[in-house]
């Protein structure tokens, strides 16, 4: 029987257990961890059971559009006014925010990494936070960071949140346990977790690892959502019922803690003697939730032709200019490649988007060596890429049977702002410096001859 000081109690589950969730994306949720613990009937009762306090979470403007407007009721142990004290400035100094024009001597170009060494002493998963790169400008709320994280301790008495926008969590080695307000999520490489701006929110490892390693997209813009289908119709890439959001639970702790908050690109900290994570009951749509992967249902050629990336959208946050994306997920997952008479791989080509690229699993078609997992790279707008000089060889040389890319998970964070080197990114130890050199052997063909020179 655990004491008080270091009871977790509520829906959910301790190590080993199956936690629960509600599906859909977007909807209109309620739970309760404690029977009768949701008001019914009105949001803000004068007395709530048990001796809680109502509390409104709001993610957009009061009067936003009701499609586009955010909320959840919370019913708490406290008020979040005493989940903070007197604030004392803190220090991330890998962790940076947009707008960040770092000073190093990298030149332009495309890059690619290796995966993060692993930490050299114990760190936690705020700690292991690596920002690669930054674009558009936080206080205006525009804009987005690519980070990478690796660790190998736990968030036990530390808590966060994240002000200036919301966090996308991407695991690639190791399963992580992400305790929120609003309840918990146990997320394991090929899933991923949103954690809405503002939002408290611990992490802490599950299973045995050396390392807990992955990637974190910061959005600072207007939040995620599925891309519209267009003539893809109702049905196919991510389908809202697989998204999970998770049931009400709390952690009743009464020992000294501390909550880190992230505003306007500084970090702070604040100590309290309990645990911020003490929302029994909850109604609304602003909640996190994660996402599988594998449950992508991909489009794709059946004739010939390569169609357009933007058919693999996971999810998608809005610039406010029409077909203009602040940022895009996309992610290519195992799928049946069937075009005849085609280039099946992705093409040559320029962008004014700028991609950020990480490889959870396997290999990625388009380039099989030097693209590892936990690896990244950087194509940002208008610097040319596409497949490397070995997989154009294999592609226009290849039976065009029905061939299944099996056993590959690779994401892109895809925003329409040029991104900014960080000087850690710039300085990294698996930067490869030969990235570069995979195009060198694509050689001139061109001989006058319709035929050309395929010798």
Same mark, same amino acid.
């Given at each position: 029987?655990?004491?008080?000081?270091?009871?977790?109690?509520?829906?959910?589950?301790?190590?080993?257990?199956?936690?629960?969730?509600?599906?859909?994306?977007?909807?209109?949720?309620?739970?309760?961890?404690?029977?009768?613990?949701?008001?019914?009937?009105?949001?803000?009762?004068?007395?709530?059971?048990?001796?809680?306090?109502?509390?409104?979470?709001?993610?957009?403007?009061?009067?936003?559009?009701?499609?586009?407007?955010?909320?959840?009721?919370?019913?708490?142990?406290?008020?979040?006014?005493?989940?903070?004290?007197?604030?004392?400035?803190?220090?991330?100094?890998?962790?940076?925010?947009?707008?960040?024009?770092?000073?190093?001597?990298?030149?332009?170009?495309?890059?690619?990494?290796? %995966?993060?060494?692993?930490?050299?002493?114990?760190?936690?998963?705020?700690?292991?936070?690596?920002?690669?790169?930054?674009?558009?400008?936080?206080?205006?709320?525009?804009?987005?960071?690519?980070?990478?994280?690796?660790?190998?301790?736990?968030?036990?008495?530390?808590?966060?949140?994240?002000?200036?926008?919301?966090?996308?969590?991407?695991?690639?080695?190791?399963?992580?346990?992400?305790?929120?307000?609003?309840?918990?999520?146990?997320?394991?490489?090929?899933?991923?977790?949103?954690?809405?701006?503002?939002?408290?929110?611990?992490?802490?490892?599950?299973?045995?690892?050396?390392?807990?390693?992955?990637?974190?997209?910061?959005?600072?813009?207007?939040?995620?959502?599925?891309?519209?289908?267009? %003539?893809?119709?109702?049905?196919?890439?991510?389908?809202?019922?697989?998204?999970?959001?998770?049931?009400?639970?709390?952690?009743?702790?009464?020992?000294?803690?501390?909550?880190?908050?992230?505003?306007?690109?500084?970090?702070?900290?604040?100590?309290?003697?309990?645990?911020?994570?003490?929302?029994?009951?909850?109604?609304?749509?602003?909640?996190?939730?994660?996402?599988?992967?594998?449950?992508?249902?991909?489009?794709?050629?059946?004739?010939?032709?390569?169609?357009?990336?933007?058919?693999?959208?996971?999810?998608?946050?809005?610039?406010?200019?029409?077909?203009?994306?602040?940022?895009?997920?996309?992610?290519?997952?195992?799928?049946?490649?069937?075009?005849?008479?085609?280039?099946?791989?992705?093409?040559?080509?320029?962008?004014?988007?700028?991609?950020?690229?990480?490889?959870?699993?396997?290999?990625?078609?388009?380039?099989?060596?030097?693209?590892?997992?936990?690896?990244?790279?950087?194509?940002?707008?208008?610097?040319?890429?596409?497949?490397?000089?070995?997989?154009?060889?294999?592609?226009?040389?290849?039976?065009?049977?029905?061939?299944?890319?099996?056993?590959?998970?690779?994401?892109?964070?895809?925003?329409?702002?040029?991104?900014?080197?960080?000087?850690?990114?710039?300085?990294?130890?698996?930067?490869?410096?030969?990235?570069?050199?995979?195009?060198?052997?694509?050689?001139?063909?061109?001989?006058?001859?319709?035929?050309?020179?395929?010798?």
């Amino acid at each position: 029987m655990l004491d008080k000081a270091q009871k977790q109690t509520g829906a959910g589950s301790t190590a080993g257990q199956m936690l629960d969730y509600m599906p859909g994306f977007g909807n209109d949720f309620e739970t309760e961890s404690l029977p009768g613990a949701l008001p019914q009937g009105q949001n803000s009762p004068q007395k709530c059971a048990y001796g809680l306090y109502a509390e409104q979470l709001s993610g957009s403007p009061f009067t936003a559009p009701r499609g586009t407007n955010e909320r959840s009721w919370l019913y708490r142990i406290r008020p979040s006014v005493r989940h903070t004290g007197r604030f004392q400035k803190i220090d991330y100094p890998h962790w940076k925010t947009a707008p960040h024009v770092a000073d190093h001597s990298l030149a332009l170009g495309q890059l690619r990494w290796g %995966p993060l060494p692993e930490p050299s002493e114990n760190l936690n998963f705020l700690e292991g936070i690596r920002t690669m790169t930054t674009a558009g400008d936080a206080l205006t709320q525009g804009g987005m960071a690519a980070h990478a994280y690796a660790f190998n301790a736990d968030m036990v008495d530390d808590y966060f949140f994240n002000a200036d926008g919301e966090l996308v969590i991407v695991p690639e080695c190791g399963a992580i346990q992400v305790f929120t307000e609003l309840g918990k999520m146990d997320v394991e490489p090929s899933e991923i977790c949103l954690v809405p701006r503002g939002t408290m929110f611990k992490v802490t490892r599950l299973g045995e690892e050396k390392v807990w390693r992955g990637y974190l997209c910061e959005n600072y813009g207007a939040k995620f959502t599925l891309p519209d289908r267009g %003539p893809i119709g109702a049905n196919c890439l991510a389908n809202p019922r697989d998204f999970k959001t998770p049931v009400a639970a709390y952690e009743e702790k009464e020992t000294p803690c501390r909550v880190h908050v992230k505003w306007c690109g500084q970090f702070h900290v604040t100590e309290i003697g309990h645990s911020p994570l003490d929302v029994v009951a909850w109604h609304g749509n602003y909640a996190p939730y994660k996402y599988d992967l594998r449950t992508f249902s991909p489009v794709g050629a059946i004739l010939f032709d390569h169609p357009d990336p933007s058919i693999f959208t996971v999810l998608t946050a809005p610039s406010g200019e029409e077909g203009t994306a602040n940022i895009d997920f996309v992610i290519f997952p195992p799928r049946w490649l069937v075009a005849e008479h085609s280039f099946r791989p992705p093409w040559y080509h320029r962008n004014i988007m700028s991609e950020f690229m990480g490889l959870i699993y396997g290999r990625y078609d388009a380039k099989e060596e030097g693209f590892v997992p936990g690896g990244m790279s950087l194509h940002n707008m208008m610097l040319a890429h596409g497949p490397d000089a070995t997989g154009y060889e294999k592609a226009t040389n290849s039976e065009l049977k029905p061939v299944k890319l099996d056993h590959t998970m690779a994401f892109m964070f895809e925003t329409r702002f040029p991104q900014q080197l960080t000087r850690f990114a710039a300085e990294l130890e698996t930067l490869q410096d030969n990235y570069i050199d995979c195009w060198t052997d694509l050689k001139k063909r061109f001989n006058g001859t319709p035929e050309g020179d395929w010798s």
